[in-house]
């Protein structure tokens, strides 16, 4: 079946503008995860939802981070007033469950470069 | 924050050699999982260790997990060339719903 879609695969913005960042998770998946992935760095949790539990958002770095998801479908992970420290890859994964992290299956990312 | 430490950061083998990375870890865990990342097929997951395991295989890759020295190693035997990528270990903590990767292992093979 289909895995882990995001959009788009690169984005270059200028510093200052707002972007949207898109994931359509593995269907019947509850666990959807964003990360990011700094150049030549590990993986860095954003936020995860499962299901309809208030999603764990611990891991934004600032208040110009934002994400969405619509039950248990599509998330879109936002950025405002975006700033060069923000130019890493963006990465989503999904799970077939969500309280103990099974298997994470990701998408390709999204290269975000700020200039 | 982040758990995983994996050592070496970078290893470059002979095709058809062994190749053996090792990570560390701070907290108690649920599980161990290894991913591998190269550029043609982003991020996969290898395998995952539980708590309660102490070795599992996979085809040709062997992992061992010592919860008492709170440690992992990842043992690719007869590497090849398409082998060649980052590999990075996982742990899944307690009470968390999240995983905390490492930095990552670059491995290249050399045909």
């Known amino acids: 079946g289909a895995g882990v879609s995001q959009s788009p695969s690169n984005k270059v913005t200028e510093k200052g503008k707002d972007v949207e960042l898109r994931c359509d998770p593995i269907?019947?998946?509850?666990?959807l995860y964003w990360y990011r992935q700094r150049l030549g760095q590990g993986l860095e949790f954003l936020i995860y939802?499962?299901?309809?539990?208030?999603?764990?958002k611990s891991g934004l770095p600032s208040d110009r981070f934002s994400a969405e998801r619509t039950g248990e479908s599509v998330s879109t992970l936002t950025i405002q007033r975006t700033q060069q420290e923000d130019s890493a890859v963006y990465l989503c994964?999904?799970?077939?469950?969500?309280?103990?992290?099974?298997?994470?299956?990701f998408g390709p990312g999204t290269r975000l470069t700020v200039t | 924050s982040q758990q995983g430490e994996e050592d070496p950061q970078a290893l470059s083998i002979q095709e058809g050699e062994n190749a053996t990375m090792n990570c560390s870890y701070k907290?108690?865990?649920?599980?161990l999982q290894w991913y591998r990342q190269n550029s043609g097929r982003g991020l996969v997951h290898l395998i995952l260790i539980r708590s309660n395991e102490r070795e599992k295989h996979s085809g040709r890759l062997r992992v061992t997990l010592d919860t008492s020295k709170k440690s992992s190693s990842l043992l690719i035997t007869a590497s090849r060339a398409a082998d060649t990528a980052s590999y990075f270990c996982?742990?899944?903590?307690?009470?968390?719903?999240?995983?905390?990767f490492g930095k990552g292992n670059q491995v290249v093979v050399i045909p």
């Open positions: 996982a742990t899944d903590d307690y009470g968390n719903n999240r995983l905390a």
């Open positions: 994964a999904s799970s077939a469950r969500g309280r103990q992290s099974y298997e994470q299956y």
């Open positions: 907290t108690s865990i649920n599980n």
């Open positions: 269907s019947g998946h509850t666990a």
């Open positions: 939802f499962q299901g309809n539990s208030a999603p764990d």
